[in-house]
């Protein structure tokens, strides 16, 4: 029998006593229980929440349980044990059926916790805040978190080149990233920051490619967002040669697919204004931008293909897997079943805290370089559903109606082999 078909009945009971275990030892009520018990009951709580996904319902009753002195460990000398914490928070924002008003609570307790000491945490925050915002948009903008997020993208950037802090700064560009595809259109009175702050983060050194990749993809965002807006504050600013110089010289150093598709969305974005409200960069560059857009496309084509070639049947891995993994680490080598609760419970329950060979499938996983960026199938995103083929001809549809004779100059540019490939990637579209 699966270890979740155990869980399942036990599950309320088995939060309750890990829990208060837990703040037994820190509340120093069990002196002679150490801070590794303490996380080993955080790692099986993660368990418990994982394992019972199927049951939304029991995550209302759940957060009764954790939350209320959760909320008061935040920020009481409980730091080895932030990236629990935020594991534990993500687990109700994954599976619950709605983001509850407490859950939502706990986003500026993250913030202060920045704002105070965690600043190394950010990306361990950016997890916990990406999972409750896309869950619930609205929420997001009724609250007017954005001004949250983009501080946090603030000071991390403002701190300038230091290589230990490039994760840090990736995460806050990744945060920033999130509160704009999410804010339904309403943080304009933020764009002109967010610009502000990438623009002079770009005149200085990087230690590698991941954070000017992230710094770009918010460049996509903004335009995807209004490119009016972004145009206008850099034209003001006389930011645009410099940006879109940079910009065009880096593509060749994308990784991912996603960052090619928020380029493509951000770049056709322009073509969906009047050309007479384009700057004189754009109106120079635009046989530029056209076949830039084509390029990109047909490389997220080919990335595609390649991906499904190379798809196996292994499972992937998920963040209860990243929960289980750590719980099997840390409680096989010391847990003790009559002080966790376990001494009456299921055989085969206790038998899933063994270290068994499934644990070497995770060893390439949990071994990756930190300051590398995360595979688009491991994330979720609000402009997933956008098809960026599709969209891109439908900027250009906009654009010969703006200006006939102008979309007619464009194609008449074209060589052959880019009508070809702008006749392929239209069937694409057409799919």
Known sequence: MKFQEHIGPYALQLLHNFWEVFTRIITQEEENITGLAALECLRAILVVLTS???????????????????????????????????????????????????????????????ETWALDYLPSILVSVDN???????????????????????????????????????????????????????????????????????????FGVALPTVIFNVFGNIFYYNPLLALSVLEKNKWTQSLFTQWFTFFEHFQRIYDRKVTVLG??????????????????????????????????????????????????ITFADEARVNTLREAAAHANPEQMGLSNFDEDLRNEYEISAAEASFEEWLDQDPNALED??????????VNETAFFFHTIQVLQQNDSALFARICGSLTQDERNLMSFLNDIAKQ
């Not at 928070?89 to 920045?114: G, K, M, R, T």
């Not at 635009?286 to 293909?305: E, P």
């Open 52 to 114: 019972i996904q199927e049951r939304p319902d029991l995550y209302p009753e759940a957060e009764k349980i954790i939350f209320p002195t959760l909320k008061q460990s935040f920020g009481s000398g409980t730091m080895e044990y932030f990236e629990d914490f935020s594991r534990i928070l993500s687990c109700f924002a994954c599976y619950s059926n709605s983001i509850s008003d407490d859950l939502w609570e706990f986003v500026p307790i993250l913030y202060q916790e920045f």
């Open 132 to 206: 409750i915002v896309t869950a619930d948009r609205e929420g997001f903008v009724k609250r007017n978190y954005f001004a949250l997020l983009f501080q946090m993208y603030q000071k991390s950037l403002d701190m300038g080149p230091n290589e230990l802090l490039e994760p840090v700064q990736i995460a806050a560009c990744q945060l920033i990233e999130l509160a704009i595809q999410n804010c339904l259109g309403s943080g304009d009175a933020y764009m002109e920051g967010i610009i502000s702050v990438a623009m002079e983060r770009m005149d200085k050194d990087f």
């Open 267 to 316: 770049l056709s974005s322009i073509f969906l204004l009047p050309p007479s409200q384009w700057p004189a960069v754009i109106q120079n560059s635009v046989q530029n931008i056209f076949t830039t857009c084509l390029r990109l496309l047909s490389d997220c084509a080919k990335l595609r293909a390649e991906k499904e070639k190379n798809a196996t049947e292994e499972a992937k």
């Open 376 to 385: 688009e199938d491991e994330v979720t995103t609000a402009i997933d559903p």
